[in-house]
């Protein structure tokens, strides 16, 4: 078997949700989950939030960087390994 970290580095507001005129009264929160699947196992990574007043352009920096999710899999024929992982 095999292991493979997801690590969080740093997260970018690139532009905020809303109009100009919503984007002066409000902030966004960001948060992040996931599904994690390989050939042994299937799993969820629960959502978590990553900022709570982001604005255009900030940045969320993790040092270090934040574990996302931890897989363990298992190599399959000829050498090939399955790995996939959903973000919402």
Same mark, same amino acid.
């Given at each position: /078997? @095999? +292991?493979? &970290?997801? &690590? ?8 905020? %949700? ?12 960001? *948060?992040?989950?996931?599904? +994690?699947?390989?050939?042994? &196992? %299937?799993?969820?990574?629960? !959502?978590?939030?990553? *900022? @709570? ?9 993790? &040092? !270090? !960087? #934040?574990?996302? +999710?931890?897989? %363990? *899999? $298992? +190599? /399959?024929? #000829?050498? $090939?390994?399955?790995? @996939?992982?959903?973000?919402?």
């Amino acid at each position: /078997m @095999a +292991t493979l &970290n997801l &690590n969080i580095h740093k997260v970018v507001c690139v532009d905020e %949700i809303g109009g100009e005129w919503e984007e002066k009264f409000g902030n966004d929160e960001i *948060y992040l989950g996931g599904v +994690t699947i390989s050939s042994s &196992n %299937i799993g969820k990574v629960d !959502p978590f939030e990553i *900022y @709570a007043d982001f604005d255009d352009g900030e940045v969320q920096e993790y &040092n !270090p !960087p #934040r574990v996302f +999710t931890h897989l %363990i *899999y $298992q +190599t /399959m024929q #000829r050498g $090939q390994s399955m790995l @996939a992982l959903y973000l919402y």
